[in-house]
């Protein structure tokens, strides 16, 4: 059985708390300039993510930044959060380079990842939902034993989980933002129905990588000067 203890479920919380999400990064998308979006960032949204970035940075750059801040973000919950979980945290670690991991896979292009992550995916196919469903087998064995209820219950996170990465990766470029705030709306509806679920922090690296999600495509667009995508 999995249990957090109480200090972690109110750390757990109050990170999900400050973490942006498509409605208030509104504010973000209204802005014209890069140099404008990290003001706002830095000021209003997340000045968390902001550190370190800056309007000289390029698209690249920007990305990596915010890569490590999803890494490092994950590795300060470890500190907190139970021993037993240390290794399926270090192992969502990684899910900020899959997409640059099918990327590699697909067309040979030596983009650097998580070297676990490279190691693990050596001869898979880089189909999205082959990628998916052996990435989240290889967490189930890093997971502690957990109660059937359990079990139960993060059967169904998988199956929501799964239904937004098949959606989002069958929609055209730059029509990705509503299905994420459908995706963010109904892990919020988790969170309230049952605030105390041993899975909360699965839950949350989920909210983590969507607000990663949020700020690249935002950002990144910015620093490469592209025109607003579709609604």
């Known amino acids: 059985m999995i249990q957090l203890a109480d200090d972690a479920q109110v750390r757990l919380h109050a990170r999900l708390a400050r973490?942006?999400?498509?409605?208030s990064l509104e504010a973000l998308a209204r802005t014209r300039s890069l140099a404008a979006a990290l003001e706002v960032l830095?000021?209003?949204?997340?000045?968390?993510?902001?550190?370190?970035?800056?309007e000289g940075m390029d698209a690249h750059a920007l990305e990596a930044?915010?890569?490590?801040?999803f890494v490092a973000e994950i590795e300060r919950w470890r500190r907190w959060l139970p021993a037993a979980l240390s290794?399926?945290?270090?192992?969502?670690?990684?899910?900020?380079?899959?997409?640059?991991?099918r990327h590699r896979l697909l067309h040979g292009v030596a983009l650097e990842v998580d070297p676990d992550l490279a190691a693990w995916a050596r001869h898979r196919a880089p189909?999205?939902?082959?990628?998916?469903?052996?990435?989240?087998?290889?967490?189930?064995?890093?997971?502690?034993?957990?109660?059937?209820?359990?079990?139960?219950?993060?059967a169904t996170l998988q199956e929501l989980l799964f239904?937004?990465?098949?959606?989002?990766?069958?929609?055209?470029?730059?029509h990705a933002w509503l299905e994420r705030q459908?995706?963010?709306?109904?892990?919020?509806?988790?969170?309230?129905?049952?605030?105390?679920?041993?899975?909360?922090?699965?839950?949350?690296?989920?909210?983590?990588?969507l607000s990663y999600e949020w700020l690249r495509g935002e950002l990144v667009r910015r620093a490469l000067a592209l025109p607003e995508p579709a609604a």
């Open 127 to 154: 189909r999205i939902d082959v990628l998916d469903a052996a990435w989240w087998e290889a967490l189930m064995q890093r997971l502690p034993r957990h109660s059937s209820s359990e079990a139960a219950e993060l």
């Open 42 to 54: 830095r000021r209003e949204l997340a000045p968390d993510w902001a550190a370190g970035l800056h």
């Open 182 to 209: 459908a995706l963010s709306a109904a892990l919020s509806r988790r969170r309230r129905r049952d605030p105390l679920s041993p899975w909360l922090w699965l839950d949350a690296v989920w909210r983590l990588l």
């Open 87 to 101: 290794q399926a945290l270090r192992w969502c670690q990684s899910l900020v380079d899959l997409p640059r991991l």
């Open 163 to 174: 239904r937004h990465r098949l959606a989002f990766a069958a929609l055209p470029a730059g």
């Open 19 to 23: 973490m942006p999400d498509g409605l």
């Open 65 to 69: 930044a915010l890569r490590a801040h």
